[in-house]
């Protein structure tokens, strides 16, 4: 049987995360690292949005709900009046994560809520891990990538959208593998006509210029799957083409406020220089552990992560 390469990612990807109960088992993200990058980010939140009248967070992909809980409890603790104003949205889909979501916010139960599709709000998109999910097309010299029997068959390229897209981003280096990923740019666009105001704040792995050996990987147990074409269920990702998100993001009413790796986007952060500070002067085993694993959100994630905020203007 021969599907596209894209239907393959496709549908790895969505039976990864309907099965999934708990994503700990395979990757883990910076919130699970220290609780600092949310604080972080709850930080950066008030900054931007703490004069909204009835102001809307909206995370897509919440993994265990981490993240969700240390931004809020950052802003119950520093910004209470804030708090009591905001509610706090939850677009993901697996039913699995969901309900492990709602254990761990437990404590936040009458400012959570759960939505099945994007709702019209004003406030603040915030996503990490989440666009690296999409399925791509692997497109090389005017051919596209199918699968047959598990093995690769190169077919001409007839996607008249993906050859726009190649176009408007200059992507033509001939023997070039380039991932193609219609679907982050849609779903952008779903956001933005969504947020009626505010600012979109993605997190994840990716890049400006594609690199050459190309980003597709599988995750299991902490390692990397050595057959990506395997029937087992892994996570399967690709890096996001960051400039894609922003050459497109222009069409949908999205101006680039910042773009910068996340080690640089920590390191601006008041709530987190402090702490690290602090940490830095202790010699106490949880404060050595805690900076341990927060050099490995600056040195092994800092430069590979991208953070990018755009601001969407009221119509």
Request: with cysteine; hydrophobic share 40%; glycine share 6%.
């Amino acid at each position: 049987m021969r599907k596209s390469f894209y239907q393959f990612m496709k549908e790895k990807s969505l039976r990864y995360y309907t099965e999934c109960e708990d994503i700990g088992k395979d990757f883990f993200t910076s919130p699970e690292l220290d609780s600092i990058f949310g604080h972080a980010i709850g930080e950066l939140i008030f900054k931007l949005i703490g004069d909204y009248k009835n102001p809307t967070i909206l995370e897509l992909g919440a993994g265990r709900g981490t993240l969700a809980y240390d931004i809020l409890s950052f802003l119950k603790t520093n910004h209470p009046s804030f708090f009591e104003r905001i509610r706090y949205l939850i677009y993901d889909f697996s039913p699995k994560l969901r309900e492990r979501q709602r254990q761990v916010l437990k404590v936040f139960e009458d400012k959570v809520g759960w939505v099945d599709e994007l709702p019209s709000f004003s406030g603040l998109v915030l996503s990490n891990e989440f666009f690296d999910c999409f399925p791509v097309k692997l497109v090389k010299d005017e051919t596209e990538l199918y699968l047959e029997d598990g093995k690769e068959v190169w077919l001409p390229l007839s996607d008249e959208r993906v050859k726009q897209y190649m176009t408007r981003l200059n992507l033509r280096n001939p023997g070039v593998v380039y991932e193609i990923c219609l679907d982050c740019v849609d779903f952008l666009e779903r956001l933005s006509k969504s947020l009626k105001k505010g600012f979109i704040l993605t997190i994840d792995y990716g890049y400006l210029e594609p690199p050459a050996l190309g980003t597709v990987m599988g995750y299991k147990g902490h390692r990397l799957v050595k057959n990506l074409y395997s029937e087992e269920v892994f996570d399967i990702t690709a890096g996001v083409n960051f400039r894609a998100l922003m050459e497109y993001g222009k069409d949908f009413g999205l101006e680039v406020v910042f773009f910068k790796n996340q080690r640089d986007f920590l390191l601006f952060s008041e709530v987190f220089k402090r702490e690290l500070e602090r940490l830095t002067e202790r010699q106490d085993p949880e404060s050595i552990e805690r900076l341990s694993r927060i050099k490995t959100m600056l040195i092994s994630m800092g430069e590979r992560f991208k953070v990018l905020l755009q601001r969407k203007c009221s119509a």
